[in-house]
Each structure stands twice: as structure tokens, then as C-alpha cells.
């Protein structure tokens, strides 16, 4: 980061202007960076995928929520990110984010291993099926035991939105299950009310 740092739009962790390039050095995997006249963004994604925004420099008018009175290093802003969200942009008074759902671009990502998942020991190497190198299968034969498991519908709908988190699958396909999820859970709430009417 160089330039003006009035308002800790550097992020810098001061308000010293910089004549050369500073490293901002606790940033964590950013995506996408957007520097204002009085405020910086970054778009950061996790080590679990999920993606966060980030601020510094002048707060006023909204500019960075939940920080009203600013910041000089990046903090996390009150904002919901989108799993899809890739770019960003910002005005005095607006935040943009551009959500994708390009079929063609890859995911960052393959396999998650089955060790990811909460509470699931390490698979032994050799009980895995060659055909089966990243243990796929094993982590849904556990996904399944822990629905299994649940004693309610609820429970076992709030297990398998749990899973769907866990799961190797592109930000597009989670949000469209999560939906679907959440539109079978409000189904099952009215079951006994009998079959919908077409105009529902």
C-alpha cells in the first residue's frame, strides 16, 4: 500500500503516509482489493472457503459497517459475503459485490478429506478402495451415520445443511442446497395439512 493515510486507509496499523510501497503484512489469502480516497476493502476468503470482508481508513456514512469511527488496520466489516462473491467496489455511501456463477470457472479446491469433518477420526490409508483415493466415500458412509443418528426430522435437516457446509462442492451448488433444504424443512413444518394446491 502507498499513498495518503490521513484516515488509515492503508491499513497500516497508523496514520502515517507512505511515499513508497508498504507491505500489510496479516492479510490472510485476499481475492480482491479496492482502495478508495478515504477507505480500503479486501474481499479475503478462509481456510474453510467462506469469504470475508475487510476495512480500514474513514468509517463515516457507512463506509465500513460496524466500524463507524474507522479503522487503521483492516478489521472485519458487519457484512454478510456471499460464498460466490470474486470482486468488489465502494463509494462514499455504497458497497458492491459481483457474486459469479460462471460454470467454467474451476473451484479452488477438490476433495475435502473426511478428517475435515467435526468429531470423523483420520481414515487408515489402507482401508480406503483404490477407486476411492480420496476417501470420498468413507466421509458419506459417516455423513450418513450422523443423520442417521438424529431423533427428528428437524434435527437430521439442521445435520445435512451442517453437511452441505462441509462438503467439497462449488459456492453455487451449496447455496442452491441450502435452499432446497430450507424449502423442504418449511414443507415438513405443515405435513398433515394435506397436498399442496397448485396455486401455492
Request: hydrophobic letters at 30%.
Amino acid at each position: 500500500m502507498q499513498g495518503n493515510n490521513r484516515y488509515g486507509q492503508l491499513g497500516t496499523g497508523d496514520k502515517m503516509d507512505r511515499g513508497e510501497p508498504t507491505q500489510v503484512h496479516y492479510l490472510q489469502r485476499p481475492i480482491a482489493l479496492w482502495c478508495g480516497l478515504n477507505h480500503s476493502l479486501v474481499l479475503s476468503q478462509g481456510s474453510d472457503f467462506s469469504k470475508e470482508l475487510l476495512g480500514c481508513g474513514c468509517g463515516a456514512g457507512g463506509r465500513l459497517p460496524g466500524w463507524p469511527k474507522g479503522s487503521a488496520s483492516f478489521v472485519k466489516l458487519h457484512v454478510k459475503v456471499p460464498l460466490c462473491a470474486c470482486s468488489l467496489c465502494s463509494t462514499r455511501e455504497c458497497l458492491y459485490m459481483l457474486s459469479s456463477h460462471d460454470i467454467e470457472h474451476h473451484p479452488a479446491y477438490r476433495d475435502l478429506p473426511a478428517s475435515r469433518v467435526l468429531g470423523t477420526p483420520e481414515p487408515d490409508p489402507g482401508s480406503i478402495a483404490p477407486q476411492d483415493p480420496g476417501g470420498t466415500a468413507q466421509a458419506c458412509e459417516e455423513y450418513l451415520s450422523q443423520i442417521h443418528s438424529c431423533p427428528t426430522l428437524q434435527d437430521r435437516m439442521e445435520k445435512m445443511k451442517e453437511i452441505v457446509g462441509w462438503m467439497p462442492l462449488m459456492a453455487a451448488q451449496k447455496d442452491f442446497f441450502w435452499e432446497a433444504l430450507d424449502m423442504l424443512q418449511r414443507a415438513a413444518g405443515g405435513v398433515g395439512q394435506g397436498p399442496p394446491t397448485p396455486e401455492s
